[in-house]
């Protein structure tokens, strides 16, 4: 029955892989349990409101416990209609503009009111066939620039969430803007947790270690629990740069807890356009549609390439499916009031562990609703243990970057652009963006404007929008 349905052998994989990769995807992602409830929790909304809350106070447990099902639904849902190894949860980005732009100008229902939109559109696209038809148009060299640009990113999210990079502490911003540690050196027990998971990861991919990924990830957190309690670290910070950098490892002090769903249901489709005003809405459900219609592509085709799914033209097998269940997700993370849910690159270390099949996103899921149930075990992971392998998942999806023509300079440079913005601009959008609109320029300026697709040119057009939207929304408002 699975070999029927998920093709687990077809794929050169094995059930005892696909639980393995599951499980290392799982506890890669796991991070957004902890880190949504920080980024949507502490930010009142227009009226003072908090996320979930029904005392004024900020209710975490609940965007938690929301942060976890919806994206356990949707991972099992991605694995079970699409069978690709994908995992959802809510977007990073998307949540950090709905906190900090979003509930600025409205409430929080309003603001999931809009996220929920944002998803209806978005599924129209892809029903349509307009969504694939924009994937299919993008060329080769680019598909195969926003993978590698991926591997660049995510590899610095590791390092960045590891305190192996900081930004430099210079308020006049006359210095580089990023250095080694906190002070120009690998000083702090946390990093040397983090340099003791690389090393590891290392040597033991090098010996072509089965479950290295999960071993390392064990290691690095039992070692940041014994330091923990020995040498009593504490939380990072301004008056502590050399602590931990998301989450103090100890043993949760609650194990199991009837989760509290506060946040499911929480969204006004309609309020934000009478808080806003319908020019102004309109132009926040613009920018959060591109944001989220790119990323997922980005996304999907970095994955399959890892895995080796992606036929001849660079698309992973089952798109549609994939797009449309990716589409559900961003209603469903407004619906579930925890923001849009998206795709996640870190399932490339499931990927990376030998998963090729549905069957990962499945167990994923299943993982995410268990930790409804034990929100602190999961809580309890630092982030220094388990970004080792975002490092290594970046080495591996940047190889690709060999089939590009770096001779050819109307694809070549478009790649460049895309591959080096990314990291340098924490945002794969936009790499994407300057990719798509540097391969247009070149076209025209050497007069083959006619090479460019329809859907190229209008792709462009949107991105050129986007980049302006800060000044277009000052003029329009």
Known sequence: MLESYFKVGERG?????????????????????????????????????????SNGEP??????????????????????????????????????????????????????????????????????????????????????????????????????DAGFSRRYPDAAMTTVPVQLGPNGALDGWPIVVFAVGLVLLIALWSLRVKGSILITIAVGTVLAFVLEAVLDIGPGGADNPTGWALTVPAPPEQWFGVPDLGTLGQFNLLGSFEKAGVVAAVLL???????????????MTAIGAEAGLNDEDGSPPNTQRILVVDSVAAIAGGAGGVSSNTSYIESASGVGEGARTGIASIVTGVLFLLTTLFVGVVASIPS?????????????????VKDIDWDDLEVALPAFLTIILMPFTYSITVGIGAGFLSYVLIKVVRRKPQDVSPLMWGIAVAFLLWFAIAPLTALLT
């Open 384 to 400: 220094e243990a388990a970004v080792p392998a975002l490092v290594l998942v970046g080495f591996l999806m940047l190889r690709g």
């Open 13 to 53: 994989s094995t059930l005892g892989r696909e639980v393995r990769g599951g499980v290392v995807t799982f506890v890669t992602m796991s991070y957004i349990v902890v880190l949504n409830p920080l980024i949507l929790g502490f930010a009142p909304d227009v009226e003072g409101s908090f996320l979930g809350s």
């Open 285 to 299: 459900v613009f920018t959060l549609l591109l944001a989220d219609f790119f990323d997922t592509i980005g996304t």
């Open 59 to 160: 209710n975490l447990p609940a965007i938690a416990a929301g942060t976890a099902l919806i994206a356990g639904v949707m991972s099992i849902l991605m694995g079970a209609v699409a069978n690709f190894p994908l995992a959802l949860a809510t977007g990073l980005g998307l949540n950090a503009f709905v906190a900090v732009v979003l509930a600025s100008q409205m409430t929080w229902a309003d603001a999931m009111g809009l996220v929920v939109i944002e998803g209806v559109i978005i599924l129209v696209l892809v029903l349509t066939g307009l969504r694939k038809a924009v994937f299919l148009a993008v060329p080769r060299e680019l598909k195969i620039a926003i993978s590698a640009g991926i591997g660049l990113f995510i590899a610095f999210i590791g390092f960045v």
